[in-house]
């Protein structure tokens, strides 16, 4: 009597190992001779440029057809300009994922100028890294610490809206009444810390990959006034900004504007991208980064690869868009919004 029940399920199994068979040939038929553009929103020579060479490297042989992968710069805006593409003009068939600034999926809700997206909606594929916001000052700048910073100005190189580069400066001088002044107008970190090297600015907020792989940082002709993190960076030797947090407002404007370093570098594909190439994708994506030779790489770039999954990126923007009004309010008041 259960012989038919048998032959029942192993139809069904059957018909499931068919469909998942039919959805892998589809794939792989759809990416062989396809190239994918790892685009980035900034100039060559940043670390996010280092970041975007590596996928690009790595990704094809974990894609199904094994596409071609190239790296696009597309600078402009903090990577706004970049975000702005993927989510309304980029082809939306799989061949193309872009990778971001971290505070600009927050940009909707912090009242930012120029957005043209919800966050939500972009089909988040993981983050190559976690990195930690630090900002520099040239050895004969005035400032010497963190605590200078509240009576002596700091001048400082920025991008565009969404960037760290601009909003930590801004953010933390109206929150903690730092000392930030800042020109904006260069289109990367790399370009930021050749005005530093060229004395048109005296420093810049930026990532600390970024920072330990520049030479005259090495060189000790700048300095690390501070870090900005929710936890103090172990491998940073300077002090954390929250430590100047004096109230129960000012720590929840901070922790809402921090959460940005929990999504670290994200790639998106655009809205109405098919799910299956989707999921090739945030595959791929992982998979490349467990690839010994991408982890050497990454090494030897001196940047430090620390995987962040897409319900990781979406779990930290739902939280942040459920922050009450009053601290929204007060973290955009503290960004000139």
């Known amino acids: 009597m259960r012989f038919p029940g048998f032959l029942a399920t192993l139809a069904a199994i059957s018909t499931l190992f068919g469909h998942n068979a039919s959805v892998a040939a589809t794939l792989e038929d759809f990416y062989k001779g396809k190239t994918v553009q790892v685009m980035i929103?900034?100039?060559?020579?940043?670390?996010?440029?280092?970041?975007?060479?590596?996928?690009?490297?790595?990704?094809?042989?974990?894609?199904?057809?094994?596409?071609?992968?190239?790296?696009?710069?597309?600078?402009?805006?903090?990577?706004?300009?970049?975000a702005n593409q993927i989510y309304n003009t980029q082809t939306k068939d799989g061949t193309v994922i872009g990778g971001f600034n971290r505070g600009v999926p927050?940009?909707?809700?912090?009242?930012?100028?120029?957005?043209?997206?919800?966050?939500?909606k972009f089909n988040y594929i993981g983050s190559p890294d976690l990195d930690t916001l630090v900002c520099v000052a040239r050895e004969d700048a005035p400032v010497h610490s963190l605590a200078d910073l509240k009576n002596t100005q700091l001048i400082v190189g920025g991008t565009g809206s969404g960037a760290d580069s601009q909003t930590y400066p801004e953010f933390l001088t109206n929150l903690l009444n730092l000392k930030l002044k800042l020109v904006q107008g260069y289109p990367g970190s790399r370009d930021i810390l050749l005005a530093v090297?060229?004395?048109?600015?005296?420093g810049g907020c930026v990532s600390y990959d970024t920072i330990a792989r520049d030479a005259n940082y090495r060189d000790k002709k700048?300095?690390?006034?501070?870090?900005?993190a929710p936890v103090a960076d172990p491998r940073i030797d300077a002090p954390s900004v929250v430590d100047l947090a004096e109230t129960a407002e000012q720590r929840g404007a901070l922790q809402l504007f921090l959460r940005r370093q929990q999504i670290?570098?994200?790639?998106?594909a655009p809205p109405g991208t098919p799910k299956d190439r989707v999921e090739a994708l945030r595959a791929g994506f992982a998979n490349a980064m467990n690839d010994p030779g991408f982890k050497a790489d990454a090494v030897q770039?001196?940047?430090?690869?620390?995987?962040?999954?897409?319900?990781?990126?979406e779990g930290v923007l739902a939280e942040a868009y459920k922050t009450a009004p009053e601290i929204v309010a007060l973290t955009r008041k503290a960004m000139g919004r």
């Open 264 to 268: 670290g570098r994200p790639y998106a």
């Open 41 to 82: 929103g900034y100039s060559v020579g940043g670390t996010d440029d280092v970041w975007a060479r590596l996928i690009a490297k790595y990704l094809p042989e974990y894609m199904p057809g094994k596409p071609q992968a190239v790296p696009t710069n597309v600078p402009g805006a903090g990577s706004l300009l970049l």
């Open 197 to 202: 090297e060229r004395n048109e600015v005296q």
């Open 222 to 228: 700048t300095r690390i006034i501070f870090q900005a």
């Open 301 to 313: 770039a001196g940047i430090n690869a620390r995987y962040v999954s897409p319900a990781e990126i």
């Open 106 to 120: 927050f940009e909707p809700l912090l009242g930012g100028v120029g957005d043209r997206f919800e966050a939500a």
